[in-house]
């Protein structure tokens, strides 16, 4: 699928029925713009697109955990041991580790659109192998391919969905994803124990393939929404990222034009290359913060409960395999009402006292978890087993209102403009890294440390409570060129008695008020101007005629231009 010039004949027709002196006063939502929706209907279409990429990474995040606990799925596959079956749950995300350094390679060559329509028929086709395995390998296979479709679309769905959506949007998008993404997980639950009575295949083939519900949702809804805008103009398509625009801006569309424009001028000149990240440094320092709280979020011992609850809730706990499965239900609707309630109090609390308060919380419900299931296995009482499952549903509360959003956030936040991209990217990869290392180790850790399994990531929450205190920077409430300022006046890696230095912006330049930039940030600062305006004088003759104001001209090529455009748009595909 590739961009094609914009039609002369469409755009005077759409022209015609759009005025851009009605948009600035609201009258937008009532056209029908290039993609034939308004403006609203367009962002809430994309947000069920992209919504839906993450509500199926939730989906499977918790079907596979209902399943292998079935009589059987057992039957089937001849009663899979420990590690087997840690293998085969696990590998998923090996793939989707490989999907996530994937999209890194050749994510910003094919588009937001491509990416998502590619990787959903890779994962269609794993899904298809594991809802007709006839075998262990069958389903290995399948769970690596479907990892790898994963790995690539969540990686690119919250991508698209940001960069299509309004300005003051943004910040709530990702929380809101991470609330869907628990939808997925409760589905699952619902679906598993709606088919865990029965004595057929369907026990486990149904839950596996009534993901392509998800699929076919995905595959119609994104080839007939737009691309990124944002994408549009990093590859020279400013025309095209001006139609898309005006089909999503209900306001100033030559505001939102060049407001993107330019910061994406600025990102293209100042893009870092591998060599600087990794060569020590602020930039270094920020990378790793981002990368460090993806880590901790596997480490505090999530997908040891979201995989496995129904398989901990009957080894550990010693629950029937049908209360198990109502309980994981429940506790998944808990945890999806306490990601909700995270969207209220993630600006508003900070992002180092939720995130040091949930791990103290975590620490002590995996304590009160392993305390209680070596009890329940010594005397065979049901009241440890109720205690058990009280914990695990405060780890699943703490864990929604404190941890599932913020590591996700932090990386876009912490990483400065020339590295978001890369920075994010390896946040990522590291989170499906130690996912996979936790989801491979689990049953292994049930069937033979019992309740020193769950010791071990109490221990591991509480040691998140320092780090955090120590390490990890504040960013609620400051913009992004604010933290950039900030990681200018304290160089140091402690940050308890940094505080927040006060900043102040006098005759458009920043100023620290607690003291003044050292030589070395000057110095970066000085190298950081020149690069952007070296770039913008390169880019001056196309970005100067797309400076005027949005008329007729703008979409209605005569035939030379088109040509034009056209090899132009060929020779950037070809590169």
Known sequence: MSYQPIDHDDETRRLNSFDVSDSTKGSRSRTRPKYGFTAPRLHSLISVAAGTVMCLFGYEQGVFGGIIVGQEFQEYFHHPSPSLTGFVTSVYDLGCFAGALLTLVVGEWLGRKRMLIIFTIIMTSGIMLQTGAHSMNHLLWGRFIAGIGNGGNTATAPVWHVETSHQDAKGKAVVKEMVVN????????????????????????????????????????????????????????????????????????????KGIRDSVRQEMAVQASWSQIFRGGPATRRLLLGMLLQVCQQLTGINVLCYYLPLVLHKS??????????????????????????????????????????????????????????????????????????????????????????????????????????????????????????????????????????????????????????????????????IDQWFAANTGWLVHKAGNTAFAVANGAATLANGALGHDEMREGNEHESMVKAYEQQQRRSYDTDMRPIDENDFALDEEEEDDSFQYHESLDVE
């Open 317 to 482: 706990v010693g629950l029937p395999e049908l209360a198990s499965h109502i309980l994981s239900t429940g506790i998944a609707v808990l945890y999806m009402f306490a990601t909700a309630a995270s969207l209220f109090f993630i600006e508003r609390l900070g992002r180092r006292p939720l995130l040091m308060s949930m791990a103290a919380a975590m620490a002590i419900s995996f304590l009160g978890i392993a305390i209680s299931t070596e009890i329940s296995h010594d005397n065979g009482h049901h009241i440890p087993g109720i205690v058990a499952t009280v914990f695990i549903t405060f780890y699943f509360l703490a864990f929604g209102f404190g941890w599932v959003a913020v590591p996700w956030l932090y990386p876009a936040e912490i990483n400065s403009l020339s590295m978001r991209t890369k920075g994010a990217a390896l946040a990522t990869a590291c989170d499906w890294l130690f996912n996979y290392v936790v989801v491979q180790t689990t049953p292994i850790g049930i069937h033979y440390l019992h309740w020193g399994l769950y010791l071990l990531y109490a221990v591991l929450n509480a040691s998140f409570v320092p780090i955090i205190y120590y390490l990890v920077v504040e960013t609620a409430g400051k913009s992004l060129e604010q």
């Open 182 to 257: 628990v939808m997925g997980f409760v589905i699952s639950n619902i679906i598993t124990l709606a088919f865990s009575r029965i004595t057929t295949e369907s026990q486990w083939r149904f839950p596996l393939g009534i993901q392509l519900i998800f699929i076919v949702i995905i595959l119609v809804l994104v080839p007939i929404l737009p691309e990124s805008p944002r994408w549009l103009l990093a590859r020279g398509r400013d025309a095209e990222a001006k139609t898309v625009l005006a089909s999503l801006s209900e306001h100033d569309v030559e505001g939102d034009f």
